[in-house]
């Protein structure tokens, strides 16, 4: 039964390269930059209980489908950021509830300028490659 034996020999051969690839592959991803839509909004959000947030010191509301994502990008449950406030990009749906929310790490926040309000949006240009915006 020399033939079961040497796709086994192979294996072990091959296993070291491939578990090598898949953790330098895993770890180039975990620096890419996060890609923000164009309508993304920075501010800052306190989360107080349940869906009720304050947004830039504003009373709103988290919508039934938001997502939060930490600086990881994994997803962050919105009790676990209770009383605590976090600089953010977030985007609004169409009933003016928070529907998406990014936790920026330190190299996000350096970015500058970044839009607050939808008119500062509106009068700047984005770049999505860069994920730049600049002042018309």
């Known amino acids: 039964m020399i033939r079961c034996v040497l796709p086994a020999v192979r294996w072990a051969t091959a296993a070291p390269a ?3 690839s898949m953790l330098l592959a895993g770890t180039a991803a975990a620096q890419a930059p996060r ?3 164009a309508n993304a909004l920075r501010g800052t959000l306190e989360v107080n209980q349940g869906p ?3 947004l830039n010191g504003q009373p ?3 919508s ?3 997502r939060i994502r930490g600086e990881n990008n994994l997803l962050v449950l919105s009790g676990a950021l209770a009383g605590q406030k976090v600089v953010v990009h977030y985007t609004l749906e169409t ?3 928070v529907h998406n929310v ?3 790490t330190a ?3 350096s970015r500058k300028p970044w839009p607050s309000t939808p008119e500062e949006a509106q009068r700047w240009a984005f770049d999505p490659a860069a994920q730049v915006w600049t002042k018309r």
Request: glycine share 8%.
């Open 60 to 62: 709103a509301r988290l």
């Open 64 to 66: 039934p489908g938001s």
């Open 95 to 97: 009933m003016g509830m």
């Open 18 to 20: 491939i578990v090598a």
């Open 52 to 54: 009720e947030v304050l």
């Open 35 to 37: 890609p923000f839509p």
């Open 102 to 104: 990014w936790i920026l």
């Open 107 to 109: 190299e996000e926040m």
